[in-house]
């Protein structure tokens, strides 16, 4: 049988960080992956037709660019292949009525932006980022920390208490973004800002979800939207040569379906082959609660409560991504859209969450606020010459629909079929085509990522939910995963847990591989 210091089970941008820690220190690391190559939802193809280069499920990647682990490996990345594009216009809004804004990264261009929308919201702008200042640099430090270390309980106790009583950073934790952004007297603003919170697994009218608009506004501001050059998987690939290089072994098509335990701590990996490996220090897996407690440890004998909370571990909605292989650029009437990074369509923030509510009532949403990407305005490489790509990213869909909001699309029994995708995806084109009009016209090609095909793809997106587990305040922070596991480190001492069902939850952003390589490596 062969052993390893460490065994990593999956292969998502996380485990793949905490993998390379691990291989870097001259441990000896195994890999373990499900499916035909390493990156969970880190992938590229070729999905509408040939020389069309899409990003399967993730895209851009600001939150790893600022990271800490982006800060130590990034060298040895780029040696590897690994190179980000970006824009100095990371996000926007178009309204179907012509209305449009950008959020320039410079502050002095926001201002400018603001005061064109409303006068006086240049000022409001500059006071909100003023008002979350003193908070900035412990909250972003806890992003690579386990919130249960006493540094980070630290700066949490910190952050939530003033010099008499709670700190006003505390009511954060409990504002909607909708309260957040209200001060703005333009709608254009507000619509621009709040819808960017379901990108976080909340919606704009979500106790909590207040917090995520200030960090969102400083995240894009600060790192644009970074996207690799090639697509999203090079940070994949990057990450698997230099585990390779340092000695690390990479199995894909291999699943782990078992975790043996000896005298209360991980011994040996089983996998679907039929093959077991021996785990001399640690096992890391990339799996939420549920995975782990009711499959990989199913014949070790947990607590009631431990198994409770794992089967109750809870899943957000879908997600739908329409991948489009055009003709031609879109043609934004908006001139500085032709360099944006990720810019939402919108009728406005009432309108939005409207959408969301049919949505949390199983409905498929008539009039939903999305984003849409065009990669290839920035990297040519990914599309024929003169051609493009463009993603449309749809949030906020029902898993399994029990009806159509507008009355006018027939759902069956909630499984996304062929009709049913394609009745949807001509809704969400109509939309599209009030802000670029030449889409679907230039359109050459179509592939769509329903929440169907999520769930078949990894069983870490559950019923089709792309973050990997609902994020709302119950299911947040100190709580995540689960109440009984309020940190990386499971129940059994030698198994740590990372990925999106830990903190600090979904998106490309090597927090939890950075956490967990770390307090191995300490």
């Not at 926001?110 to 500059?126: H, K, P, Q, W």
Request: proline share 7%; with cysteine.
């Amino acid at each position: 049988m062969d052993s390893y210091d460490s065994v990593v089970i999956g292969s998502g941008h996380n485990a793949l960080i905490a993998a390379a820690y691990l291989a870097r220190a001259g441990k000896s690391v195994l890999v373990l992956e499900n499916n035909d190559r390493l990156g969970g939802l880190v992938r590229t193809e070729e999905l509408t037709l040939p020389g069309f280069k899409h990003d399967v499920y993730s895209s851009a990647h600001p939150l790893f660019t600022t990271s800490q682990a982006y800060a130590e490996l990034g060298a040895e990345l780029t040696a590897r292949g690994l190179r980000y594009i970006n824009t100095d216009i990371p996000t926007g809004v178009s309204f179907s009525d012509g209305r449009t804004a950008i959020l320039p990264q410079a502050f002095e261009a926001v201002l400018t932006e603001a005061e064109r929308l409303a006068a006086g919201d240049g000022a409001i702008f500059g006071q909100m980022l003023a008002s979350f200042n003193p908070y900035v640099e412990d909250v972003f430090r806890l992003f690579a920390m386990d919130l249960q270390s006493p540094t980070a309980q630290t700066i949490i106790q910190r952050l939530l208490r003033g010099e008499a009583g709670y700190s006003p950073f505390s009511k954060l934790l409990f504002e909607t973004a909708r309260h957040v952004v209200s001060p703005f007297q333009s709608p254009v603003m507000q619509a621009m800002l709040a819808p960017w919170v379901m990108h976080l697994g909340r919606n704009p009218d979500e106790i909590g979800s207040g917090l995520w608009v200030y960090l969102i506004v400083l995240a894009t501001m600060g790192a644009g939207m970074a996207t690799p050059e090639g697509g999203s998987e090079q940070l994949a690939v990057a990450l698997g040569r230099l585990i390779s290089d340092h000695g690390g072994v990479i199995r894909t098509q291999t699943a782990a379906t078992r975790i043996v335990l000896d005298n209360g701590k991980a011994s040996e990996v089983h996998t679907n082959s039929g093959e077991a490996f021996k785990v001399r220090e640690h096992v890391i897996a990339s799996v939420n609660p549920d995975q782990l407690y009711l499959r990989l440890l199913a014949d070790t004998p947990s607590p009631d409560h431990v198994l409770q909370q794992a089967k109750n571990y809870r899943y957000g909605r879908g997600c739908v991504q329409i991948h489009l292989a055009l003709s031609e650029p879109p043609r934004w009437p908006d001139a500085r859209f032709n360099r944006i990074g990720q810019p939402h369509l919108t009728d406005g923030l009432n309108q939005c969450t409207l959408a969301v509510a049919q949505a949390m009532a199983g409905l498929l949403p008539s009039n939903p606020t999305f984003t849409v990407d065009c990669p290839t305005n920035l990297d040519p490489s990914r599309a024929p010459a003169g051609k493009a790509i463009m993603r449309v990213q749809v949030l906020e869909v029902p898993c399994r629909p029990l009806g159509d909001a507008a009355g006018q699309i027939a759902v069956g029994d909630g499984t996304w079929t062929g009709d049913l995708t394609k009745r949807f995806v001509e809704r969400i084109l109509a939309i599209v085509e009030r802000h670029i009009p030449n889409i679907p016209s230039s359109v050459l090609g179509i592939n769509v990522i329903t929440p169907s095909s999520l769930a078949q793809f990894s069983p870490n997106l559950g019923p089709g939910d792309p973050y990997g587990g609902a994020h709302d305040l119950a299911q947040s922070y100190l709580l995540r995963p689960m109440p009984a596991q309020p940190s990386h480190q499971t129940l059994v001492p030698n198994i740590f847990m990372l990925g999106a069902a830990t903190w600090p939850g979904h998106g490309i952003n090597g927090g939890s591989g950075y956490i967990v390589a770390k307090q191995l490596l300490t």
